[in-house]
Protein backbone atom coordinates (compact mmCIF):
# COMPACT_ATOMS: atom_id res chain seq x y z
CA UNK A 1 0.00 0.00 0.00
CA UNK A 2 2.91 2.39 0.91
CA UNK A 3 3.74 1.83 -2.58
CA UNK A 4 0.75 2.89 -4.39
CA UNK A 5 0.76 5.85 -1.87
CA UNK A 6 3.99 6.99 -3.03
CA UNK A 7 3.63 6.14 -6.65
CA UNK A 8 0.24 8.44 -6.62
CA UNK A 9 2.20 11.34 -4.77
CA UNK A 10 4.71 11.48 -7.38
CA UNK A 11 2.16 11.42 -10.07
CA UNK A 12 0.39 14.14 -8.49
CA UNK A 13 2.95 16.17 -8.10
CA UNK A 14 3.93 15.50 -11.43
CA UNK A 15 0.56 16.53 -13.04
CA UNK A 16 0.92 19.45 -11.16
CA UNK A 17 3.93 21.02 -12.18
CA UNK A 18 2.94 20.10 -16.11
CA UNK A 19 -0.53 22.03 -15.36
CA UNK A 20 1.14 24.85 -13.60
CA UNK A 21 3.97 25.00 -16.60
CA UNK A 22 1.03 25.24 -19.65
CA UNK A 23 -0.86 27.58 -17.59
CA UNK A 24 2.29 29.97 -17.59
CA UNK A 25 2.85 29.54 -21.07
CA UNK A 26 -0.54 29.93 -21.60
CA UNK A 27 -1.43 33.21 -19.60
CA UNK A 28 1.98 34.59 -20.53
CA UNK A 29 3.94 33.83 -23.10
CA UNK A 30 1.59 33.19 -25.84
CA UNK A 31 -1.20 35.24 -24.59
CA UNK A 32 -3.27 37.82 -26.93
CA UNK A 33 -4.57 39.73 -24.46
CA UNK A 34 -1.14 41.53 -23.03
CA UNK A 35 -1.27 45.16 -23.45
CA UNK A 36 1.68 46.08 -25.46
CA UNK A 37 2.54 50.08 -24.94
CA UNK A 38 4.01 51.01 -28.57
CA UNK A 39 5.41 54.82 -29.17
CA UNK A 40 5.22 56.10 -32.99
CA UNK A 41 8.24 57.53 -33.72
CA UNK A 42 7.29 59.92 -36.92
CA UNK A 43 10.75 62.05 -38.58
CA UNK A 44 10.11 65.38 -38.23
CA UNK A 45 11.57 67.90 -41.80
CA UNK A 46 11.96 70.92 -40.95
CA UNK A 47 9.82 73.23 -43.36
CA UNK A 48 12.34 74.39 -46.30
CA UNK A 49 11.60 78.71 -45.87
CA UNK A 50 12.16 80.51 -48.97
CA UNK A 51 14.90 82.50 -49.26
CA UNK A 52 14.07 86.94 -48.79
CA UNK A 53 14.14 87.80 -52.58
CA UNK A 54 14.49 91.77 -52.82
CA UNK A 55 13.37 93.56 -55.74
CA UNK A 56 15.21 96.53 -56.61
CA UNK A 57 13.59 99.92 -56.81
CA UNK A 58 14.21 100.75 -60.62
CA UNK A 59 12.01 97.42 -61.61
CA UNK A 60 9.84 96.99 -64.00
CA UNK A 61 7.34 95.06 -65.75
CA UNK A 62 7.29 92.58 -62.60
CA UNK A 63 5.73 89.38 -63.36
CA UNK A 64 5.67 85.82 -61.19
CA UNK A 65 5.42 82.77 -63.36
CA UNK A 66 2.48 80.48 -62.77
CA UNK A 67 3.07 78.78 -59.50
CA UNK A 68 4.66 81.41 -57.66
CA UNK A 69 8.09 80.30 -58.05
CA UNK A 70 9.85 82.52 -60.29
CA UNK A 71 9.88 86.73 -60.11
CA UNK A 72 11.03 88.16 -63.82
CA UNK A 73 11.19 91.81 -63.97
CA UNK A 74 13.27 94.61 -66.30
CA UNK A 75 16.61 95.87 -64.62
CA UNK A 76 16.89 98.56 -66.79
CA UNK A 77 17.62 97.07 -70.02
CA UNK A 78 18.54 93.79 -68.73
CA UNK A 79 15.81 90.92 -68.43
CA UNK A 80 16.29 89.14 -64.96
CA UNK A 81 14.98 85.91 -63.24
CA UNK A 82 14.81 84.80 -59.81
CA UNK A 83 14.13 81.96 -58.18
CA UNK A 84 12.00 82.66 -55.40
CA UNK A 85 12.99 79.54 -53.26
CA UNK A 86 16.99 79.62 -53.69
CA UNK A 87 17.21 83.05 -54.25
CA UNK A 88 19.60 82.03 -57.75
CA UNK A 89 19.35 85.35 -60.49
CA UNK A 90 19.84 84.90 -63.92
CA UNK A 91 20.09 87.04 -66.60
CA UNK A 92 18.45 86.08 -70.12
CA UNK A 93 21.04 87.02 -73.14
CA UNK A 94 20.54 88.52 -76.13
CA UNK A 95 22.13 89.19 -79.68
CA UNK A 96 23.45 92.75 -79.92
CA UNK A 97 21.06 95.37 -80.65
CA UNK A 98 18.16 93.24 -79.63
CA UNK A 99 16.15 94.55 -76.59
CA UNK A 100 12.73 92.74 -75.06
CA UNK A 101 9.61 94.46 -76.44
CA UNK A 102 7.85 91.72 -74.03
CA UNK A 103 7.51 88.79 -72.25
CA UNK A 104 4.55 87.16 -70.80
CA UNK A 105 4.76 83.53 -68.84
CA UNK A 106 2.73 80.86 -69.67
CA UNK A 107 -0.15 80.02 -67.52
CA UNK A 108 0.51 76.32 -66.96
CA UNK A 109 4.91 75.95 -66.19
CA UNK A 110 7.87 77.82 -65.68
CA UNK A 111 8.25 79.05 -69.27
CA UNK A 112 8.02 82.70 -70.87
CA UNK A 113 7.46 83.62 -74.13
CA UNK A 114 9.87 86.68 -75.30
CA UNK A 115 9.08 88.80 -78.12
CA UNK A 116 13.01 90.63 -79.06
CA UNK A 117 12.98 93.71 -81.05
CA UNK A 118 15.75 94.67 -83.83
CA UNK A 119 15.26 98.11 -84.81
CA UNK A 120 16.77 98.86 -88.52
CA UNK A 121 17.42 102.26 -90.28
CA UNK A 122 13.48 102.60 -91.24
CA UNK A 123 11.56 99.47 -89.90
CA UNK A 124 12.00 96.91 -86.78
CA UNK A 125 11.97 93.50 -87.02
CA UNK A 126 10.91 91.23 -84.19
CA UNK A 127 11.47 87.38 -82.96
CA UNK A 128 9.73 85.16 -80.93
CA UNK A 129 11.49 82.92 -78.59
CA UNK A 130 10.57 80.53 -75.65
CA UNK A 131 12.73 80.68 -72.08
CA UNK A 132 12.61 77.50 -70.27
CA UNK A 133 13.07 78.60 -66.75
CA UNK A 134 13.75 75.11 -65.50
CA UNK A 135 15.86 73.83 -67.96
CA UNK A 136 17.82 77.36 -68.66
CA UNK A 137 16.93 76.84 -72.23
CA UNK A 138 16.42 79.74 -74.83
CA UNK A 139 15.36 79.05 -78.30
CA UNK A 140 13.91 80.89 -81.15
CA UNK A 141 10.53 80.11 -82.41
CA UNK A 142 9.93 82.81 -85.32
CA UNK A 143 10.84 85.48 -86.63
CA UNK A 144 8.05 88.46 -87.66
CA UNK A 145 9.74 90.66 -90.09
CA UNK A 146 8.34 93.01 -92.37
CA UNK A 147 8.85 90.88 -95.35
CA UNK A 148 6.73 88.22 -94.56
CA UNK A 149 4.08 89.89 -92.64
CA UNK A 150 4.29 94.03 -93.73
CA UNK A 151 5.93 96.90 -93.05
CA UNK A 152 6.39 97.49 -89.19
CA UNK A 153 7.43 101.30 -88.50
CA UNK A 154 10.49 101.90 -86.13
CA UNK A 155 7.95 102.99 -83.15
CA UNK A 156 6.03 99.57 -83.38
CA UNK A 157 5.97 97.31 -79.78
CA UNK A 158 4.62 94.15 -78.87
CA UNK A 159 1.97 94.58 -76.67
CA UNK A 160 0.78 91.49 -75.66
CA UNK A 161 1.26 87.91 -76.72
CA UNK A 162 -1.70 85.29 -75.69
CA UNK A 163 -0.54 81.54 -76.02
CA UNK A 164 -3.29 78.23 -75.81
CA UNK A 165 -0.80 75.26 -74.06
CA UNK A 166 -3.71 72.93 -75.28
CA UNK A 167 -4.02 74.28 -79.17
CA UNK A 168 -0.11 75.30 -79.66
CA UNK A 169 -1.33 78.35 -80.98
CA UNK A 170 0.14 81.67 -80.22
CA UNK A 171 -1.14 84.90 -80.46
CA UNK A 172 1.44 88.17 -80.76
CA UNK A 173 -0.14 91.63 -80.82
CA UNK A 174 2.00 94.49 -82.15
CA UNK A 175 0.97 98.01 -81.80
CA UNK A 176 2.28 100.75 -84.21
CA UNK A 177 2.39 104.70 -84.38
CA UNK A 178 -1.64 106.11 -84.15
CA UNK A 179 -2.52 103.47 -82.06
CA UNK A 180 -2.69 100.62 -85.09
CA UNK A 181 -2.98 97.03 -84.23
CA UNK A 182 -1.83 94.28 -86.06
CA UNK A 183 -2.03 90.66 -84.60
CA UNK A 184 -0.04 87.72 -85.69
CA UNK A 185 -0.56 83.79 -85.38
CA UNK A 186 1.45 81.40 -84.84
CA UNK A 187 1.39 77.32 -84.88
CA UNK A 188 3.56 74.85 -83.38
CA UNK A 189 5.02 74.27 -87.12
CA UNK A 190 6.26 77.62 -86.91
CA UNK A 191 3.91 78.64 -89.86
CA UNK A 192 3.22 82.71 -88.96
CA UNK A 193 0.33 84.65 -90.96
CA UNK A 194 -1.25 88.37 -90.24
CA UNK A 195 -4.85 87.99 -88.56
CA UNK A 196 -8.04 89.56 -90.29
CA UNK A 197 -10.12 91.95 -87.73
CA UNK A 198 -12.76 94.00 -87.65
CA UNK A 199 -10.70 96.63 -85.76
CA UNK A 200 -8.45 99.45 -86.12
CA UNK A 201 -7.31 99.75 -82.45
CA UNK A 202 -7.32 96.75 -80.55
CA UNK A 203 -6.97 96.42 -76.75
CA UNK A 204 -7.57 93.71 -74.84
CA UNK A 205 -6.91 89.84 -76.34
CA UNK A 206 -7.61 86.79 -74.79
CA UNK A 207 -7.21 83.22 -76.88
CA UNK A 208 -9.70 80.10 -75.56
CA UNK A 209 -7.61 77.48 -74.59
CA UNK A 210 -9.46 74.96 -76.37
CA UNK A 211 -10.07 76.32 -79.72
CA UNK A 212 -8.02 78.32 -82.19
CA UNK A 213 -10.33 81.51 -81.62
CA UNK A 214 -9.03 84.78 -80.63
CA UNK A 215 -11.30 87.23 -78.56
CA UNK A 216 -10.65 90.55 -79.06
CA UNK A 217 -11.73 94.10 -78.38
CA UNK A 218 -12.30 97.09 -80.76
CA UNK A 219 -11.25 100.04 -79.16
CA UNK A 220 -13.04 102.83 -81.81
CA UNK A 221 -16.49 101.38 -81.42
CA UNK A 222 -16.57 99.50 -78.44
CA UNK A 223 -17.32 95.97 -79.09
CA UNK A 224 -15.55 93.08 -78.54
CA UNK A 225 -15.02 90.27 -81.67
CA UNK A 226 -14.25 86.90 -81.98
CA UNK A 227 -11.84 85.95 -84.71
CA UNK A 228 -13.56 84.67 -87.39
CA UNK A 229 -17.04 86.47 -87.45
CA UNK A 230 -18.10 89.59 -88.96
CA UNK A 231 -20.18 90.77 -85.61
CA UNK A 232 -19.54 91.98 -82.53
CA UNK A 233 -20.81 89.99 -79.23
CA UNK A 234 -23.89 91.62 -78.17
CA UNK A 235 -25.50 91.58 -74.45
CA UNK A 236 -29.06 93.07 -74.64
CA UNK A 237 -28.58 96.38 -71.75
CA UNK A 238 -24.72 96.66 -72.35
CA UNK A 239 -23.62 99.46 -74.27
CA UNK A 240 -19.97 99.69 -73.56
CA UNK A 241 -18.92 96.47 -73.12
CA UNK A 242 -14.94 95.51 -71.83
CA UNK A 243 -12.90 92.01 -72.11
CA UNK A 244 -11.88 91.27 -68.66
CA UNK A 245 -10.95 87.42 -68.60
CA UNK A 246 -11.25 84.12 -70.46
CA UNK A 247 -10.87 80.39 -68.22
CA UNK A 248 -10.18 77.15 -68.78
CA UNK A 249 -13.29 76.22 -69.49
CA UNK A 250 -13.65 78.12 -72.27
CA UNK A 251 -15.85 80.94 -70.23
CA UNK A 252 -15.92 84.29 -71.51
CA UNK A 253 -16.01 87.31 -68.72
CA UNK A 254 -17.51 90.91 -69.98
CA UNK A 255 -17.67 93.88 -68.34
CA UNK A 256 -20.37 96.33 -68.44
CA UNK A 257 -18.07 99.50 -67.97
CA UNK A 258 -18.42 102.92 -68.32
CA UNK A 259 -14.97 105.19 -67.68
CA UNK A 260 -13.25 101.85 -66.69
CA UNK A 261 -15.86 101.15 -64.04
CA UNK A 262 -17.54 97.94 -64.05
CA UNK A 263 -20.83 97.39 -62.58
CA UNK A 264 -21.68 94.04 -63.58
CA UNK A 265 -19.61 91.13 -64.85
CA UNK A 266 -21.16 88.54 -68.06
CA UNK A 267 -19.56 85.23 -68.29
CA UNK A 268 -20.12 82.00 -70.65
CA UNK A 269 -19.32 80.47 -73.45
CA UNK A 270 -20.25 82.61 -76.15
CA UNK A 271 -20.12 80.11 -79.32
CA UNK A 272 -23.76 79.50 -77.57
CA UNK A 273 -24.95 83.06 -78.01
CA UNK A 274 -23.71 86.01 -76.39
CA UNK A 275 -27.47 86.65 -74.56
CA UNK A 276 -27.24 83.64 -72.79
CA UNK A 277 -24.11 84.67 -70.69
CA UNK A 278 -24.58 84.81 -66.58
CA UNK A 279 -24.67 88.09 -64.97
CA UNK A 280 -22.71 88.69 -61.39
CA UNK A 281 -23.74 92.46 -60.24
CA UNK A 282 -20.47 93.75 -58.09
CA UNK A 283 -22.71 95.84 -56.14
CA UNK A 284 -21.12 98.91 -56.82
CA UNK A 285 -18.13 100.24 -59.80
CA UNK A 286 -14.94 98.75 -59.43
CA UNK A 287 -11.61 99.72 -61.52
CA UNK A 288 -11.53 97.35 -64.76
CA UNK A 289 -7.75 96.56 -64.13
CA UNK A 290 -8.40 95.75 -60.37
CA UNK A 291 -10.51 92.52 -61.37
CA UNK A 292 -9.12 89.62 -61.80
CA UNK A 293 -10.52 86.24 -62.90
CA UNK A 294 -8.59 82.81 -61.86
CA UNK A 295 -8.21 80.03 -64.56
CA UNK A 296 -10.88 77.98 -62.29
CA UNK A 297 -13.47 81.04 -62.99
CA UNK A 298 -13.37 82.11 -59.62
CA UNK A 299 -13.55 86.02 -59.38
CA UNK A 300 -11.23 88.48 -57.42
CA UNK A 301 -11.30 92.48 -56.36
CA UNK A 302 -8.65 93.86 -55.59
CA UNK A 303 -8.32 97.17 -53.28
CA UNK A 304 -5.31 99.17 -53.43
CA UNK A 305 -6.31 101.35 -50.59
CA UNK A 306 -6.84 98.67 -48.20
CA UNK A 307 -4.75 95.68 -49.41
CA UNK A 308 -7.52 93.75 -49.68
CA UNK A 309 -8.05 90.92 -52.09
CA UNK A 310 -12.11 89.71 -52.22
CA UNK A 311 -13.19 87.01 -53.75
CA UNK A 312 -16.41 87.55 -55.30
CA UNK A 313 -18.19 84.76 -54.57
CA UNK A 314 -17.72 84.03 -50.94
CA UNK A 315 -16.60 87.32 -49.72
CA UNK A 316 -13.81 86.10 -47.95
CA UNK A 317 -11.15 88.57 -47.96
CA UNK A 318 -6.90 88.27 -48.07
CA UNK A 319 -5.11 91.09 -46.33
CA UNK A 320 -1.69 91.65 -48.17
CA UNK A 321 1.35 93.97 -47.57
CA UNK A 322 2.73 96.95 -49.59
CA UNK A 323 2.22 96.90 -53.67
CA UNK A 324 0.00 94.70 -55.35
CA UNK A 325 2.05 92.92 -58.44
CA UNK A 326 -0.59 89.85 -59.34
CA UNK A 327 -2.28 86.74 -58.31
CA UNK A 328 -0.66 83.99 -59.15
CA UNK A 329 -2.17 79.76 -58.47
CA UNK A 330 -1.53 79.83 -54.69
CA UNK A 331 -2.12 83.43 -53.52
CA UNK A 332 -1.11 87.18 -53.75
CA UNK A 333 2.32 88.54 -55.24
CA UNK A 334 2.97 92.03 -53.87
CA UNK A 335 6.35 93.85 -52.96
CA UNK A 336 6.86 95.45 -49.59
CA UNK A 337 10.33 97.67 -48.57
CA UNK A 338 11.55 96.29 -51.74
CA UNK A 339 11.18 92.80 -50.58
CA UNK A 340 8.98 90.15 -52.58
CA UNK A 341 5.78 89.18 -50.29
CA UNK A 342 3.88 86.21 -51.01
CA UNK A 343 0.25 85.75 -49.40
CA UNK A 344 -1.14 82.46 -49.32
CA UNK A 345 -4.78 81.74 -49.69
CA UNK A 346 -6.55 79.34 -46.95
Known amino acids: ?62 NASFNGRYLAYYDGDVLKVIDTKTGEEKKIDFDDGVKVSYYKWLSDRNRMLIA ?10 FKLAYYDV ?90 IYMTGQDEPLKINGVNNPSLIAVDDNDN ?6 QDKKVTKIYYGTVKEGSNTLQAIDLKGTVDRDSIFVSLQGKIYINDNLKGVVREVATGKEYAYTGNFIQMYTDGIISISDGKLVKTLFN
Not at 38 to 54: L, N, P
Not at 252 to 257: Q, R
Open 252 to 257: VYIGET
Open 116 to 125: EKETGKQSSS
Open 134 to 223: DKNVKEDIKELNSKELGYENKKSEVEDIQASPLTNIIYVKIAGSGGMSRLYWINIMKEAKKVDTMAYRVGKIKVLPHEDKLVYEDLDHQG
Open 1 to 62: MKIFRRIFLWILVSLTIQFAGLFYIDKYVLTSDTSIKTKKIVKSEAKKQEVEVKVPDNATNI
